[in-house]
């Protein structure tokens, strides 16, 4: 469990099941591109008890961090934020808000918390990987507001690029993936 000012960041349990299904129920037209295998595993209510038997199985085996974002005072479910362990010390985070959580900071202040949990001995990573969509900005805010560096587009067509393809619409067009980056030295 992790304690910021205004945020509980832990472990999903069980009797989270119906507020994590229902943000991510509401949310899913905005989520669909950047998280697809979420919406995937959780098509509908059924689903969230064995999803969050794996995100614990996940903690227990060290493979993949996932934290319920809840508003310290009232207990409100705000969202989510993961990290994943990766090859070279490396590990990625990915996070999502409810929307009516979104412009109050919460993304920032859950982003700062995973950022240090993922140098604790718990992860051991060494940098730390933030992707975004290209055009969206409050995201890329974030990222740099912790410190965290934008890698030039150069840097992603070396490797492959990142790109995710809108498939909702009949004419595929490549959506660029923005790269942030935050190292420690050990």
Not at 72 to 92: F, H, K, N, S, V
Not at 119 to 131: D, H, M, Q
Request: charge should be positive.
């Amino acid at each position: 469990m992790i304690q910021t000012a205004r945020l509980l960041l832990r472990p999903y349990e069980p009797t989270d099941a119906d507020a994590f299904f229902a943000v991510l129920d509401v949310s899913r037209e905005r989520l669909r591109a950047s998280f697809p295998d979420r919406l995937r595993a959780v098509p509908d209510r059924a689903a969230v008890a064995e999803q969050l038997a794996l995100f614990a199985d996940d903690w227990r085996t060290g493979r993949f961090y996932v934290f319920g974002i809840w508003h310290r005072q009232t207990l409100e479910y705000l969202g989510d934020i993961c990290l994943m362990p990766q090859a070279g010390g490396q590990a990625e985070i990915g996070y999502y808000l409810a929307p009516a959580a979104e412009g109050q900071g919460y993304a920032r202040e859950a982003l700062g918390a995973v950022v240090e949990f993922g140098f604790r001995p718990t992860v051991r990573a060494k940098r730390l990987l933030v992707r975004c969509f290209a055009d969206n900005a409050r995201a890329q805010a974030v990222a740099l507001a912790l410190g965290f560096v934008a890698q030039d587009a150069g840097a992603d067509k070396a490797a492959g690029g990142w790109f995710r393809f809108g498939f909702w619409d009949s004419r595929p067009r490549p959506v660029a993936i923005r790269r942030f980056v935050l190292a420690r030295s050990v």
